[in-house]
């Protein structure tokens, strides 16, 4: 007798049987899907570049499941472009809300979404790196025929002043003619919906005015975020030194100013640039005087003028909050001469808060500060710096040969100024007018007169070569130390940014990229980290006929300048081509 009963449990099949084989059992085939985890097969699909993840998708359902795991491809936008194409860990913005990505400098605030798509992040990023973009050209608003206005009317400066203000404020773009008018006019156009038209009466003068600049508020209002409020709140600037402000809303028609501002006479003057922060809003004149308004009452109150005498246009100011309360800080790069008849490039920061005083040696105050009162915004710091500087007192080889190098960098004239508070770029002007201007002279100064047309030696006396070019952009990366630091601001050339072959129309600089227009026509890239660049367009005479190329590249050189934008998917660009928009989304 057993010691122990026999477990209830079937026994397993014996592998062998002497009785009749049973009809084998049919098993499911081992696959690649079915044999390894998910996460073994993530790991291994780490190990790919992005063309093999998309080639892979196309295998079945599970591989194209797993080739699109937003981790895989946020690993592969890091390892490709880097941690510094996020934007938050560049320059001196300081985010308090913890976006992950910021709106970009004179952009519009969006609300963020709640997933980030790091597959499309990637394949716009590489558009960029590529220039792949689709093209749309804006034709015939509102009845008015956008290619065919004429130039701007003069703003009592010698500089050229753009046809078209174009701004980028979240999914709207804002075009603001610069022709004058009884009532000039912003276009106002939102993706999916047909375009808005905003008139401007001025009330100061009863004939003719222009616009003079528009500036998108920069500040991440909460009331944005919700869809019955507000997306886009702009500052408009005509030309007889009045201004408004405006909330734009997608879904409204019409819609009138919310605050209109009337300067006194002495202070009635153009704005060609403004900054606008609420409840800060900065404006720049052409003669370099700088105005400082708060608006977070319900009127608009003048509160500090300055004006330097050391700076010149052209000029671009940038502005962003800081991490101390109605603080914020302002950078401005301009136009500096150099000595005896050429042109450098500067930079100077101005701390701007609710109280304070002005300790600096290049900015001069022409109006005393009023009585520091809550909410009144005035200057409390400032620092300067300059590309061109001579070492005080004896130099040693080291500082020769740099002051060299610095002579060697010189322009005879600038074309535009552009900086993101981190760099700051500058775009000689050696246009096409001046070269014909200097060869003209310099044939009729010669013993022997030529019979040939002087037209004709227009195409003949502009050459650059690939490696070379009179246009060749100068980038300089801006040092802001802590103010308590015993090291002053910084300017310090970088490299020099070749590509255009032709006079520079307008630049752009934000997020570390530069965006240059030509005059031509053509439209470049670069990415100021890694030094990559990339033609998005070409010139002008590679499209068309010989002839007509030639007539473009004399307008282009005319009185009015161009114009170009950009945000992290789109460029819009206004020049010899006409109103386009490039979108890298595709």
Known sequence: MPKRCPSPATLPVAKHHAGPQLSPERHSAITFDSALYDELILFIFSFLDHRDLCAIEAANKNCSRLASDDQLWKALFLREFGRPRLRGGRGFYGRADGRLVKPLPSRGYLPEESVANWKWMYRISSNWRNGRCAVEIFRDWDGIDIEHLPGPIAVNSKAPQPRWHVLLGGTSTIFASAEPSEQPTIFVRDRGSPPTTLKFKSQLSSGSSSISTVVLDQSPLPSRVTPRSPSVSLAVFLSTGEFFIYDHKPSAITGVPKRTYIPLPQHRFPVTHAAY????????????????????????THTQTLNSFTSHPPASVVLSAMSIPLSFKLVLAYAVPVYPS??????????????????????????????????????????????????????????????????????????????????????????????????????????????????????????????????QLQLYRLHLPPSTSLHGPKLTFVRTLHGPRGPIS???????????????????????????????????????????????????SGLSRGMVVFDERRIVSAGIRGIEERRFDV
Request: contains cysteine; proline residues 5%; negative net charge.
């Open 342 to 471: 050429h042109w450098s490039v500067g930079a100077t920061e101005l701390i701007i808060s609710h109280f304070g005083s002005i300790s600096s040696s290049s900015v001069t105050l022409i109006e005393p500060p009023k009585a520091a009162t809550p909410g009144n915004f005035v200057v409390s710091e400032t620092r300067s710096a300059r590309a061109f500087d001579v070492p005080q007192g004896w130099i040693d080889e080291n500082k020769l040969q740099a002051m060299s190098a610095q002579w060697g960098r010189k322009v005879t004239q600038v074309a535009d100024t552009q900086t993101d508070g981190k760099w700051v770029v500058l775009a000689p002007d050696h246009s096409l007018q001046s070269l014909f201007t200097a060869s003209n002279s310099a044939e009729s100064s010669s013993s022997s007169v030529s019979d040939i047309p002087s037209t004709e030696l227009l195409p003949t006396t502009y050459v650059s070569s690939p490696c070379h070019s009179s246009a």
């Open 277 to 300: 922060h609420h409840p800060l809003l900065v404006t720049l004149s052409q003669s370099f005087t700088l105005m400082i308004y708060d608006l977070s009452g319900d009127t608009i």
């Open 506 to 556: 307008a630049v752009a600089v934000a997020d570390g990229r530069c965006v240059s227009l030509g005059a031509d026509g053509s439209i470049w890239v670069w990415d100021l980290e890694s030094g990559r660049r990339a033609e998005v367009a070409a010139p002008v005479e590679q499209l068309i006929e010989e002839a007509d190329a030639g007539a473009c590249m004399s307008r282009g």
